[in-house]
């Protein structure tokens, strides 16, 4: 399956390549467009109504999914709906990956969602994360630029978990806070990852979190009372 990503890092978006037969499925609203001879269809996917009612209710994703097959070869155009930047990850066992990160996998690959338990509930992502199993090409998407951090046996790295995209299975990860409780509130930095290797870990350069934390104040009062 050949790709290629465009426009990036700012406003990525994936053009992949279909040979006949061969599928995609992407999240809802990902598609930009397609060539004549693609076929979609939209399902639920894979597992069944209960897992994926618990991917959508708890993992924040879209419920259904689409599926592009070529009928003939042909290319299909795939975009996140925030400005950033797409990676690809050839899967082989388990990636985890943040909620509004997964764009796109071939139908081998398994969605599911994995109970965090207290650590990302306090660190405020959520309290599941995406699980992906199998063996195959996994599109990801970023919140501005994505970079890719390779950790050796035993490295540590701290991640604000705001900037989480993604990391492989094998990387051990627990959420603490920045320094003392006064760092924790005023610091502007709440809770932080820590991963430690092997494994790779994805984040992104911006955090939707303290975007809306800046925007919101900015926007003007609906108070009607006067």
Do not use: C
Not at 114 to 139: A, C, D, I, M, Q
């Amino acid at each position: 399956m050949e790709y290629e990503i465009r426009n990036r890092p700012s406003f990525a978006a994936v053009e992949i390549d279909l040979n006949q037969s061969e599928t995609i499925m992407a999240e809802a609203g990902a598609m930009v467009s397609h060539e004549d001879g693609i076929a979609i269809e939209t399902n639920r996917g894979g597992g069944g109504l209960m897992k994926n009612l618990k991917r959508s209710v708890l993992g924040g994703e879209s419920f259904f999914r689409n599926t592009f097959t070529a009928e003939s070869p042909g290319s299909v155009t795939l975009a996140p709906p925030l400005p950033g930047d797409i990676t690809q990850y050839d899967l082989d066992g388990t990636l985890f990956v943040q909620s509004g990160s997964y764009l796109a996998a071939t139908p081998e690959i398994d969605v599911d969602t994995k109970f965090g338990g207290g650590r990302s509930f306090f660190g405020g992502e959520g309290l599941f994360l995406l699980e992906l199993t199998g063996t195959g090409p996994v599109f990801m998407s970023s919140y501005g630029a994505v970079e890719e951090r390779g950790l050796a046996a035993g490295e540590r790295f701290v991640v604000d978990t705001g900037h989480i995209v993604a990391f492989e299975g094998g990387v051990n990860w627990d959420v603490t806070r920045v320094g003392g409780l006064k760092s924790t509130l005023f610091s502007g930095e709440g809770l932080v990852a820590e991963f430690q290797g092997p494994g790779r870990v994805w984040l992104q350069t911006r955090s939707q979190d303290a975007f809306l934390s800046w925007l919101i104040p900015q926007l003007p009062s609906t108070n009607n009372s006067n």
